[in-house]
Each structure stands twice: as C-alpha cells, then as structure tokens.
C-alpha cells in the first residue's frame, strides 16, 4: 500500500507538469515575483480528460513462460456504469478512461492561493565547477481529484501502416478482460523541485512536501473474470458476472495525523555495460496510518465485512546486508 500511494503521487505531480497548458499569473502571484529573473508559469487548466489509455506491451509473454508472445495491452477506458443524482449524470468516468481536475473539497483548502493547478518557478544556474549547469523547476501543485474507469487488459491491435487514416492502434474487443472496475485519488496540496543538468540536490525530482488533508482512494474495485460465465452480467447462475472486491475507501496521513509527509528523489540512472539504466525512487518517510472503510467481498453490493485500520505502519529498505533505512526503493525498467 505504501509503495501504491507513492507511485499514485509521482504519477498525479508528473501528469500534472507534462498535460497542462499555460496561463497568465494572476497580480498577486506576478507582485511576489517583481526584480526577479527567471520564468515564472501559472497553470490554469481546471480538467483534463482522456477518452482511452493503452500500453502495449509488442511481444506479450514468451511462450516458454506460459505466453503465446502475441502483443497484448493494458486498457484504461469509461465503466459504461450510468449514475444518475437529481436526473443528472454524476459518473465522469462513464465514457472517459481517466479524468483529472482540481480538489474543491473543505471549501478550496486543498487548492493553491494563485488559483491555478499547479505554478512552476523556472531558473538556469551556472553551477560549480565542469559541467555543473543546471535547471531548476519548482513546482507548487494544487489539491487533485483523480477518476480513473475501468482498467482491463486486451489483445493489442496492428500498428497502423502506410495510408492508414489515423494513428490509433487500440485493442481487440473481443479479447478483453477488466481487472479492476476503476478507483478515484484525491490529493492535497503539494511542493516538487525538479533539476535537469548537473542536478546539485542529489537527484532530478525531489518531494519535500506535506500533503494537506492526506491521500485519499475511493471505489476500488478488484474484479476476478476467472468466476465469469455467460454474458457475465449477473441476471443468471448461467450468466454469472465477475467477482468483485470493492472497497469504499482508503484513507493515508502520516501516523496520528490527518497530513502525509513525503520525502522522496527520483533518479534515472543511464546504462552501464549491460545494463540499459532505470528509474529509482527512494523514499524517507515516517511510519503512517491507513484507514480501509467498506469491505465488500463477491461484488460491490454484498454487504461490508467492516473496516480495517492500520496503525504505524513503517517500511525498511537495505542499502547494505543487515541495514534497515526508514522508507522504500521503487526501482522501474525494461525488460
């Protein structure tokens, strides 16, 4: 859970500084700026959405492994799930796979002063010494609110040749399975420095932050299509649907808080001999508390086995044989 909730928050600050247009800084963000060089970015876009995400994997797993080696993808697309309140549709993610906007939870508490999603402070120094130059980009981030549909995995489609009329690939839908009918992230504010050159704070992106209000998961569901029978939609013991573990809510802050502190940097290492090079992250943060409401067990609408809360909770990394580190290392590469 705690390397999940780490991942959710390098993701939601990445998403945010590559997807967002620029807008102007309002005057009280510009008067905080006056007699200073450098350049200074308002973001001001209020949603983003995307109708499907897909990534491929081109040669599946190999065939001594159990795999057939076709090329297959993880899918992230809209439930088809219609909620209605008030004779209003209230599901955003019924034909959108992922939609990101700003937290307006506990009366704009969560969002930045500036009113913008995220404000970034870009400035070049010459560093010490050979090749010491850098970038230095610090990033405020407004308080997100994070829906992301169902999740599945699919035969992956040919990639489109020559004369094709678009460059969409997509997946087969009739080679289709859902592992997780979606969840929603809501996030407090946050600080980031990201360096690209020389980078003298030790690594490109560095999280120093407290998380006001704490990391929020709601409505996450881990389907089971191995149970599915039919047409899968529950209206018969024949046309059984999947099993579902849903859950209500998870709730993470530091321990005996309702913040969350992170202490994090993020490397990509290049390649050395064999190796082609990855990404690291590493994390120092403090034992914290996690709170899991609404346990439903079958599918969403059995009834709740309760809640469970863990106290403390405290990951170790070794950084050599018989060391134990306060925190966690999240290494990604490929194959």
């Known amino acids: 859970m705690k390397n999940f909730t780490k991942l959710a928050l390098v993701s939601s600050i990445a998403f945010s500084a590559n997807a967002m247009a620029m ?53 992230i697309k809209g439930n088809g799930k219609s909620v209605m309140v008030g004779g209003k549709e209230t599901n955003v993610v019924k034909d959108k796979g992922i939609v990101i906007g700003a937290n307006y939870g506990g009366g704009g508490a969560y969002l930045l002063t500036t009113g913008n999603l995220a404000d970034l402070r870009i400035d070049t120094d010459a560093g010490t010494g050979t090749n010491g130059a850098f970038i230095n980009i610090a990033a405020d981030v407004s308080g997100l609110d994070i829906n992301i549909g169902e999740i599945g995995v699919t035969a992956s489609n040919d990639v489109q040749g020559a004369g094709a009329t678009s460059i969409r690939r997509g997946g087969d839908n009739n080679n289709y399975n859902a592992i997780l009918s979606g969840l929603s992230l809501k996030t407090g504010k ?56 849903f859950i209500e809510s998870i709730k993470v802050a530091d321990a005996n808080s309702t913040d969350l502190t992170i202490n994090q940097n993020v490397r990509v290492y290049g390649k050395a001999g064999t190796n082609n090079g990855y990404i690291q992250m590493v994390s120092n943060s403090g034992p914290i508390d996690n709170y899991v409401k609404g346990i439903h067990l079958g599918s969403r609408d059995a009834g709740s086995i309760g809640d469970i809360e863990v106290q403390g909770l405290q990951t170790y990394y070794s950084p050599a044989m018989g060391s134990y580190l306060p925190g966690s290392v999240i290494t990604i590469s490929s194959k």
């Open 190 to 245: 946050m600080t980031a420095n990201i360096q690209l050159g020389a980078a003298p704070q030790g690594a490109m992106i560095k999280l120093s932050t407290t998380m006001i209000g704490g990391l929020e998961i709601q409505n996450l569901g881990i389907l089971d299509a191995s149970t599915k029978a039919g047409k899968g939609d529950g209206s018969s013991v024949a046309d059984r649907a999947a099993g579902e573990i």
């Open 23 to 75: 807008q102007a800084m309002d005057d009280a963000a510009l008067s905080s700026t006056t007699g200073q060089d450098g350049i200074n970015i308002g973001i001001g876009i209020s949603k983003v959405e995307i109708e499907k995400l897909f990534i491929h994997d081109n040669d599946g797993l190999a065939t001594d492994k159990g795999g057939t080696g076709e090329a297959g993808a993880i899918s």
